[in-house]
């Protein structure tokens, strides 16, 4: 996603933090056998063992998903496996120490180790063994899934995306067809992920909670049931923007397709031009408010320079009459890979006009820009910390539309967030909370308006009239705000499931009555049991937690809001574009170099002025749109009813 889009790298979805307390092999305290410390001496310990096994783990992660096969499966499982009995042994040790009286950094460092891992593990060697090696092969199912059409052409991720964005050149039945075809991938995945659960359940208990839900919903530094208490308060304030949406996409979809375009009032899950319908932007063409009101086809302009790459390698070449058929692919890559260089380079320059620091050279040679022609990889888009002092890549498979830049708008948040905190001790490096990490670079992607995107010459001058506004508001909110309800409903899910309350043989019936309660989006036929939809998310296999996404898209319209305030902006929100702006970059480099220092709080205060998230700036930001969708929604049937399972 920005991944969705988004996101953190495959290994570190456990986080830097949980893998914090990793240490050689051939040491294996236990919390008994454990040296008597203090609880200074212990945190120290921890940070020093941190700096020197993140490098081992983070490159054994690294192969494992940009090198899918059975050796690289081995090498990633086994150093999980270590590191996270590792990791028992030090929360365990950690759980000894009172925090009454100690000093604060040490007394935080103890709270975060006791919540920060999103993998809790057993400690029977047996039994963790088996759950490292499911989740490497989870994410290896994921990563070299592709749809087969009777054992012969077969699509991967990315062929199967480009046809459900084709919505003006695709049909109802083409577009079904791959969306039905992605998600067999995971049907495999159903008892090994059935079996995840019981393990990293046994590893919660064991850490004293109730659940893996609860260790998750432990993290932001208030009780687990105050914070779904939290998420929900947050998901009633923009629901009403949501919903004006749901309608008015809903109604332009059935006057393309018929009664295929609604079921029930729920939007088909094959027509939102996204395998999950978390991001609605390829309905462009069909959901543009308003014709000929300055050109926003930014995938439309890309692609034009990808080709014109293309144009002056082959020049430069001789000609394409000149070359041979696998001269012919090598260039083809060849541009490919100048194209996503140049994409990326562009991304960089809007963190480096606020001030902040160029990129290491290593990140360009050292990062996975494209995808490549000889393995499998997981090309879900993703930001590695490959250790605790400012080394740092890209995984993501970038093809020359909007969406993928936007994309690398956001990955860069998490690098520049990484190398922002870098001085900390490697139990600090990490966002606020995991929110924070995915607000940043879609805080910067608010700041992509059409004045910036015709500065870069993406986009035609805009021109400035009601019209364009609300044109600009559409684009930007089949990103943003198609995505709040998807943010909130996979983790319900989970919790559901590691809660018990989603029995095993009601996987799939769960997750469709969830996407039907929350995004009003359905299957255009039903799916049983037979199926495993959630795996075909990458985020389900993976095992990164997603209510951070919901909390990010609150947070970035937050940060927007400040970041703007400090730029001197005057007039609408929506209108800002902090670009180059040396206040809001330092306001906001310095909110970032926090880290995970201190409460989540205390740091939002330091920037926004208030300690509670609030999707009031988000509904400031929307506000023309929202009033231009209850006007065309006006004497629609809005709303939608789930069928009856």
């Not at 749809?147 to 990315?158: H, S």
């Not at 250790?387 to 970038?398: A, L």
Request: glycine share 8%.
């Amino acid at each position: 996603m920005k991944s969705q889009r988004a996101l953190l790298a495959l290994a570190i979805s456990a986080s830097l933090l949980a893998l914090s307390a990793c240490k050689p092999a051939d040491q294996t305290d236990s919390a008994a056998d454990a040296p008597k410390e203090s609880a200074d001496e212990f945190v120290a310990r921890v940070n020093k063992t941190a700096k020197e096994v993140t490098p081992e783990i983070t490159s054994a992660a690294w192969l494992g998903a940009t090198y899918i096969n059975a050796d690289s499966q081995r090498v990633e499982a086994a150093a999980n496996e270590r590191y996270l009995a590792l990791n028992n042994a030090f929360i365990e040790q950690a759980k000894t120490y009172p925090t009454e009286g100690l000093n604060a950094d040490t007394a935080r460092a103890l709270h975060l180790m006791k919540v920060g891992a999103s993998l809790p593990a057993p400690r029977d060697p047996a039994k963790l063994k088996e759950l490292t090696e499911i989740t490497s092969r989870l994410g290896a199912t994921y990563g070299a899934g592709k749809w087969c059409v009777d054992g012969q052409e077969c699509r991967d991720i990315g062929q199967v995306s480009e046809i459900l964005a084709d919505t003006q050149g695709k049909s109802y039945d083409e577009m079904k067809a791959a969306w039905e075809g992605w998600h067999t991938i995971s049907v495999p995945m159903r008892k090994d992920y059935q079996r995840f659960v019981e393990l990293t359940n046994e590893g919660a208990k064991e850490m004293g909670f109730a659940n893996t839900g609860e260790v998750w919903r432990a993290g932001y530094d208030m009780p687990a049931a105050d914070f779904q208490a939290e998420a929900d308060r947050l998901w009633g304030q923009v629901q009403p923007l949501y919903e004006q949406l749901q309608c008015y996409t809903r109604e332009k979809l059935v006057e393309k397709y018929g009664e295929q375009g609604s079921v029930n009032g729920m939007i088909p899950a094959h027509l939102t031009g996204n395998l999950w319908q978390q991001d609605w932007g390829n309905l462009w063409p069909l959901l543009q408010p308003y014709d000929n009101v300055g050109s926003l086809d930014v995938t439309g302009a890309l692609k034009k320079q990808r080709e014109a790459i293309l144009a002056e390698l082959v020049s430069k070449a001789g000609g394409m009459g000149k070359l041979t058929a696998s001269e012919q692919v090598e260039i083809e890559r060849q541009a490919d890979l100048e194209m996503a260089t140049r994409m990326t380079k562009l991304a960089e320059s809007f963190y480096t006009g606020l001030g902040m620091p160029a990129l290491p050279e290593s990140f360009y040679t050292d990062s996975m820009l494209v995808q490549p022609r000889d393995r499998d990889v997981v090309c879900h888009a993703s930001a590695w910390p490959m250790n605790t002092e400012g080394e740092v890549r890209m995984k993501m498979c970038i093809k020359p539309n909007e969406e993928e830049l936007t994309t690398i708008y956001h990955e860069l948040g998490h690098i520049y967030y990484y190398l922002a905190y870098k001085q900390h001790p490697p139990m600090f490096q990490n966002g606020a909370h995991d929110g924070f990490h995915e607000a940043i670079g879609d805080t910067i992607v608010l700041s992509m308006t059409p004045e910036y995107l015709a500065s870069i010459g993406l986009v035609d001058k805009p021109a400035v009239s009601e019209e364009a506004v609300i044109n600009s508001q559409m684009r930007m909110a089949l990103a943003k705000v198609s995505f709040l309800p998807f943010g909130l409903m996979i983790d319900r899910w989970r919790w559901g499931v590691f809660d018990g309350s989603i029995a095993p043989d009601k996987y799939n019936q769960a997750w469709w009555d969830l996407k039907a309660k929350y995004q009003g989006v359905a299957p255009a036929d039903a799916r049983g049991e037979e199926f495993f939809d959630a795996g075909a998310k990458y985020h389900v296999p993976g095992n990164t937690p997603y209510t951070r996404y919901f909390l990010s898209h609150i947070l970035q319209f937050q940060f927007y809001k400040s970041l703007c305030d400090a730029a001197g902006h005057e007039g609408p929100l929506y209108t800002c574009n902090f670009a180059n702006n040396p206040e809001a970059g330092k306001r906001y480099w310095a909110m970032m170099e926090r880290g995970a220092s201190q409460p989540w709080q205390q740091t939002l205060k330091e920037l926004t002025g208030g300690e509670q998230m609030d999707g009031s700036a988000v509904l400031e930001y929307f506000a023309p749109l929202q009033a231009w969708l209850v006007k065309q929604n006006e004497g629609k049937t809005c709303g939608w009813q789930a069928a009856k399972s």
